[in-house]
């Protein structure tokens, strides 16, 4: 009985003292800082990069800055996983003016004037945990749907609908193996880009039964 006492007596003890010491210090350990995690350096060097590629004049992502105590986590439309820190999503979605009031054609000088413009850095590869991609509504001027955008194997989300993209949809897309959803809806694109696509689709589809796709 004397014996049991002192244990906990001594647990008590040291789970006192731990707490103490997170509550004291200036950097905490990690054990009681678990729902504190930061982003990683290189994923923030990757979003930086891609930033600098792309035309943003609305300055929207003024939060994506090279300060070396930013945290990337708490950037405008970024998304890390909260226990190990690795960017999982990006939403970069510009929203189409939907009023119908007088005032719609400011609404859609904003809009046009928040588009992102210019080029998606390969840099995103970088993101190695990447799940979401949302880029639609921006306006890529014709260009072609980067190829490496295929490469991103952990990609299983990608919203490019009304992106501005042209030209053959990369058949490199088809290596996206976890991809539940893609939208390359109201573009550009070429239909006879369309069609190693839908081959794919078809693959995928007959294995795992349940993509969902938009290409209208
Ligand atoms: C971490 O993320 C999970 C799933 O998104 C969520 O349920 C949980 O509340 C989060 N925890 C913290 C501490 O934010
Ligand atoms: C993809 O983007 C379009 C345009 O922003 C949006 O209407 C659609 O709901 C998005 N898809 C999903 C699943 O969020
Ligand atoms: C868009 O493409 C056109 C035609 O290729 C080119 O003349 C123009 O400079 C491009 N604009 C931008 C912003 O890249
Ligand atoms: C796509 O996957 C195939 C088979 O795994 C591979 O041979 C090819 O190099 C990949 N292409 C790209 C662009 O990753």
Known sequence: MMMMMMVLLRIIIAVTLSLLLCLLTMHPPNFCTATEVRCIESERHALLNFKQGLLDPSNRLASWIAAPDVDCCHWVGVVC??????????????????????????????????RFRGKINPSLLDLKYLIYLDLSYSYF???????????????????????????????????????????????????????????????????????????A
Do not use: C
Not at 96 to 102: A, I, Q
Not at 181 to 205: A, E, H, K, P, T
């Open 81 to 114: 996983d909260n226990r190990t820190g690795h960017v999982l999503q990006v939403h970069l979605r510009t929203f189409y003016p939907l009023t119908n009031d007088h005032q719609w054609g400011a609404h859609y000088e904003a809009y046009e004037r928040s």
């Open 141 to 215: 001027n014709y260009t072609q749907i980067p190829k490496f955008l295929g490469s991103m194997r952990s990609l299983r989300y990608l919203n490019l609908s009304n992106a501005g993209f042209g030209g053959l949809i990369p058949h490199q897309l088809g290596n996206l193996s976890d991809l539940h959803y893609l939208n390359l809806g109201g573009g550009y694109i070429q239909l006879d880009g369309l069609f190693s696509v839908y081959l794919w689709f078809d693959r995928v589809v007959a294995i795992r039964g349940f993509l969902f796709v938009e290409l």
